[in-house]
Nanobody, 119 residues
Framework: QVRLVESGGGLVQAGGSLRLSCAAS????????VGWYRQAPGKQRELVAQ???????NYADSVKGRFTISRDNAKNMVYLQMDSLKPEDTAVYLC?????????????RGQGTQVTVSS
């Protein structure tokens, strides 16, 4: 079982930047999927960015060119660099990891970190 803890959220003005971190309690070397999701009040959870199999990176159209996802296997960390933030980026951001062990899919989720962007 891997526990995830997100950090780095906060209040920022539009146009500003934040760097979110997701710390895993164990090695993420075998994790083949890492992703950041977000959920705003009254809205469904949406995918923000993901890395599949260590190299295939995808972003939601709304954040392309502004957000960058990365992972550091040595530190068991996943990051989300968010630049040029907009008020519509306001949401709880959640880290997600998945791995297949013994033929079974295991999914891990954090509790989230709040990001608020003021206009």
């Amino acid at each position: 079982q891997v526990r995830l803890v997100e950090s780095g959220g906060g209040l920022v003005q539009a146009g500003g930047s934040l760097r979110l971190s997701c710390a895993a309690s164990g090695s993420i070397f075998s994790i083949n999927y890492v992703g950041w999701y977000r959920q705003a009040p009254g809205k469904q959870r949406e995918l923000v960015a993901q890395i599949i199999s260590g190299t295939n990176t995808n972003y939601a159209d709304s954040v392309k060119g502004r957000f960058t996802i990365s992972r550091d296997n040595a530190k068991n960390m996943v990051y989300l660099q968010m630049d040029s933030l907009k008020p519509e980026d306001t949401a709880v951001y959640l880290c997600n990891m998945r791995e297949i062990r013994g033929g079974v899919l295991h999914e891990y989720r954090g509790q989230g970190t709040q990001v608020t962007v003021s206009s």
